[in-house]
């Protein structure tokens, strides 16, 4: 009885304390949601429609991500719980604004990019709500919430108006691949998670997760910096035609960029930011010093507050302004949606750094909220044996597709490549675990990798590089 | 001598049947294949954009060492055949392990094996045999197959289900195996071009993608083509009406849309793409009058002389896409369609003399109306015009995909069953405890997905236990042997 009682007289002071962010994330959610209202009732129309109803999954998947956050902060267990409820919210949202969509192109969403990550989130929160009921991975939702948010960032920039399918698109077969293809990809995210988790709870060390944030966020501002710094500290970003909703293009596939003055400067002090605890921990490597590794995390802490005050000098420079270009006369406007992945990448530097530093302050509760290692493992390897037959069957459709629509099922187009190379991916993950009986932390490094591959596959090949598969 | 000149083809074999050797292979196939998508490939690439990709001196490096080219060069093909290789040996290797297991499986309970098994538990048993036959009917009530086996005077009982999911692997690989054949068979006898056909015109050649033209032995017929579009002016559906003629007989027709190709002879016939050749028009359809007055509609062709009385005849015999006049004169002015004009040649046969008169729709006009006595009544009705529709077609012959097709059925057949099909084992003797005491040990294994096995397997001995009740019902109070039970003991349960 006694016993009993302190642990109530415990758990009520954290409690109380916990109401707080509670009461906060609720009244941001509230606000959000009520100015939401108010600009769509002004605007008129349907108050229900598709771009509503993402808005509201947004706010809920943010809200789900900040209360995963709160957790990190304060480590109130009940956060986690309210989580979840925000991501069943923002889930059902998700699946009304598919439906939407669905309802008013009369054909399921899986034409563009921006459908496709549509169906994408929509299979994120699925499976996130699965693995925590089904398999007790309570906090698989810090990391795939994220995911989640910077989708639908990038899904409110992309051009979204239902647009007819061009004649190699319509077959019944594109829904056929791309269902699979999307459901593929997002057991994936959720493997790749997993496996994150598992990394957690396998006292996978703080240091090196330090390292490799610290290097993921580097690559992001590097890949900006050395693509888009123009001379004289300038910022390159491509133009934006107001009127067709499109980047202004000079030639096929020739975009025209205009030069922002000074912000370049800016991505390079982030970038400074970002790399200055990977210098420290390289520094408390090899000198043994372990007092760097306390500045590196300090750094961390510097280097989000730097990321957050460039990204907010991004968006306002961005937003809705004109700039002069460098390769031809005239001033022309740019905009946010003419940036998307500039921005998705600055929001996923942030949250990757905010979710290292989560680690960093609640390690021990977070450990305590997961099942076994032993379990963590084996869920990824289920969730693997899931994605790799969906990837198997969006490549042989896709195949299939592809033969009837451009008469050879296999042209080595990029797209057709990278996933040839993703599926042979998890094909060695599958292989070293059953051959050679990989468990543990190396199938965890597959899987991430595997991940880092489909990430690749879905949107680094559709930018990056040329080919047939313009439509995604 | 000869037994060191047979070691090189052993030696190569046990390389590449090593599974090491495999993933190096797999490592290199995959570095490779990302290489291919960075730097441009040729056939795809048009010419013009490789140079203003790459300086010359880059560009030649990169030919030279095949990197345009990467997924036909030999290099990568010899590396995909050697995959496939390892895989054969690699299977091979472990094939006769795998077919024994498959063929002969584990059925004794030694004593040895009853403690390395991972799942396992004893059950009291009143007598000899009464374990046994309440194991049987257990799991016969719940659809298990039985076996009854003697060893050395030791009788058990064995029950397994789906004992051929072991197999699926092998399956799997020669699935891919089944793939690549059908790969390499296209990549040696098929062949893949483009061929253009304008409307009411027969062609039978096509243009390869290595821009060579390969015969046809026998050709296609467009009878017509065309295009249907959205509201917003996108195309919605190109479709054109095929045939296949042969010794100049029609044999096979066709009406082929995007996704739906022509057949002959294994060669395939898709709409790839449809234009308007704005250089040509087929025919227009106008009206004219003469002394009379009387308005008459008429349908010219291209150089097809119509009569417009006993002796004079009207033939269509020029067409401008886009034209200006300047003195009297019409020019061309550019390819594309604009200000389109018609030249009408109105021959008079009792004075043998012609006259050239230009229609201009778009404008209404119509130049050299003077020189003739039949009046040309609005030209403006002249844009009932049949411009000359293109169709575009993508023609393949793919033998091999047949093998393809059916590598991908039976790889899907064989990943369900290797992931989602699972090799179940019991085993159940009666031995006696640690106490000397009879007891039933009932064993099991699964090969994968261990959590739905142990509920399959707790739901097992659930049965046991009820029928090992129901046997001796008075005998047993069920809360009293409750207590009795031992817990499940499990280990590895990985």
Not at chain 1, 288 to 306: E, P, R, T
Not at chain 2, 248 to 276: C, H, M
């Amino acid at each position: 009885m006694s016993t009993r009682a302190r642990v109530t007289q415990m758990e009520t002071p954290a409690a109380n304390g916990g109401n707080a962010l509670l009461v906060l994330v609720g009244l941001g959610v509230a606000f959000l949601l009520i100015t939401a209202l108010l600009g769509a009732a002004k605007a008129g129309g349907n108050l229900f429609n598709e771009s509503n109803l993402l808005y509201v999954a947004l706010i809920f998947y943010a809200g789900a991500g900040a209360l995963y956050m709160g957790f990190g902060v304060t480590g109130t267990a009940k956060y986690v719980k309210y989580a979840s409820i925000c991501t069943a919210i923002g889930f059902v949202a998700n699946t009304l604004a598919v439906a939407h969509r669905w309802y008013l192109s009369g054909r399921p969403p899986f034409a563009s990019i921006y459908e496709m990550l549509l169906s994408f989130v929509w299979t994120l929160a699925l499976l996130t709500l699965v693995a925590e009921k089904k398999f007790g991975v309570k906090i698989i939702g810090s990391i795939t919430m994220p995911l989640a948010v910077v989708c639908v960032i990038l899904m409110q920039l992309l051009p979204s108006e239902v647009r007819p399918l061009v004649p190699a698109l319509q077959s019944t077969w594109l829904h056929v691949h791309v269902t699979l293809a999307m459901l593929s990809y997002a057991t994936c995210a959720v493997s790749f998670a997993l496996a994150m988790m598992f990394l957690i709870k396998d006292d996978f060390s703080t240091d090196l997760f330090l390292a490799w944030t610290s290097t993921l966020v580097s690559g992001i501002y590097l890949g900006i910096v050395a693509t888009r710094f123009e001379r004289w500290g300038g910022l390159s970003v491509t133009a934006w035609d107001v009127q067709n909703k499109s980047d202004v293009f000079l030639g096929r596939g020739v975009r025209l960029f205009v030069t922002i003055p000074e912000l370049g400067w800016l991505f390079v002090i982030a970038l400074l930011g970002a790399l200055a605890p990977l210098a420290l921990y390289f520094l408390a490597r090899t000198r043994h010093n372990a007092s760097y590794l306390a500045v590196a995390n300090k750094a961390v802490f510097v280097g989000i507050l730097l990321q957050v005050v460039v990204l907010g000098a991004f968006v306002l420079r961005v937003k809705d302004s004109s700039y002069t270009s460098p390769y031809q006369e005239g001033v022309y406007p740019t905009s946010l949606a003419a940036s998307p992945f500039i921005l998705g990448g600055m929001v996923a530097a942030i949250f990757a750094s905010l979710l290292y530093l989560m680690l960093l302050w609640r390690r021990t509760d977070l450990q305590d909220l997961l099942p076994s290692g032993d379990t963590l493992d084996r869920v990824t390897y289920k969730t693997i044996c899931i994605a790799f037959p969906l990837l198997t069957g969006m490549i042989a459709t896709g195949a299939f597709w592809a033969n009837r629509t451009w008469g050879s099922y296999w042209s080595w187009d990029p797209k057709e490549t990278w996933a040839a190379i993703t599926w042979l991916v998890y094909a060695g993950y599958l292989h070293m675990r059953v051959t050679r009986g990989w468990r543990g932390r190396r199938a965890a490094y597959f899987a991430i990798l595997g991940f880092g591959v489909v990430i690749f596959t879905f949107l680094g090949v559709t930018y990056l590089l040329p080919g047939l598969h313009a439509y995604a | 001598m000869a037994f060191a000149m047979l070691s090189i083809p052993k030696r190569i074999y046990r390389t590449l049947a090593n599974l090491r050797t495999g993933v190096v292979l797999l490592i290199l196939v995959v570095i490779a294949s990302a290489l291919g998508t960075f730097v441009l490939q040729r056939p795809v690439t048009e010419p013009d954009k490789l140079q203003a990709a790459y300086s010359p001196q880059t560009l030649r490096w990169l030919d030279r060492l095949t990197l345009t080219d990467i997924f036909h060069s030999w290099w990568f093909l010899s590396l995909l055949a050697l995959v496939s290789l390892s895989i054969i040996f690699v299977s091979l290797e472990r094939f006769p392990n795998a077919w024994r297991f498959f063929a002969r499986p584990y059925r004794k309970t030694d004593s040895h094996f009853r403690s390395a098994n991972p799942y396992k538990l004893e059950l009291p048993i009143r007598n000899a045999d009464q374990g046994l036959n309440a194991a049987e009917r257990a799991l016969k009530k719940l659809g298990w197959p039985v076996e009854r086996t003697v060893d050395n005077g030791q009788s058990s009982l064995y029950s397994e289900k789906n004992r051929f999911s072991v197999m699926a692997v092998y399956l799997i690989h020669a699935s891919l195996l089944l793939i690549f054949l059908g790969g390499i068979i296209d990549g040696v006898f098929g062949f893949s071009g483009f061929m253009s056909i304008p409307q009411g015109q027969q062609r039978n050649s096509i243009e390869l993608k290595n821009g060579k033209m390969k015969q046809l032995p026998f050709s296609v017929q467009c009878y017509s083509a065309g295009q249907e579009d959205y509201a917003d002016g996108s195309p919605k559906k190109w479709w054109s009406k095929l045939a296949v003629v042969e010794n100049g007989k029609p044999i096979q027709t066709k009406e082929i849309v995007v996704n739906d190709p022509l057949v002959y002879r294994g060669l395939r016939f898709y709409q790839a793409s449809y234009w308007i050749d704005s250089k040509k028009v087929d025919g227009l359809r106008i009206a004219y009058s003469g002394l009379d007055s009387k308005v008459i509609p008429l349908e010219l062709r291209f150089n097809q002389p119509v009569n417009l009385d006993t002796n004079t005849t009207v033939t269509l015999v020029e067409y401008l896409s886009d034209a200006f006049v300047r003195d009297g004169q019409v020019f061309k002015k550019t390819d594309n369609i604009g200000n389109v004009a018609f030249a009408l040649e109105v021959a008079d046969h009792a004075n043998n003399s012609t006259a050239k008169v230009w229609l201009f729709p778009a404008e209404g006009s119509v130049l050299g109306a003077e020189k003739v006595k039949f009046q040309f009544k609005d030209p403006t009705s002249a844009k009932d015009i049949d411009f000359s529709p293109v169709t575009g077609l993508e023609v393949s012959y793919e033998p091999g995909q047949w093998f393809v097709w059916a590598g991908c059925l039976l790889m899907g057949v064989g990943l369900f069953v290797a992931f989602y099909m699972v090799h179940m084992r019991i085993w159940a003797v009666e031995v006696p405890d640690a106490h000397g005491k009879l007891v039933l040990w009932i064993g099991g294994a699964a090969n994968k997905n261990k959590d739905r096995f142990e509920q399959k397997y707790a739901q097992v001995v659930a049965e046991i236990r009820n029928e090992l009740d129901s046997n001796t019902p008075a005998a047993r109070p069920f809360l009293q042997e409750k207590k009795e039970r031992p817990e499940l003991t499990m280990s590895g349960t990985k």
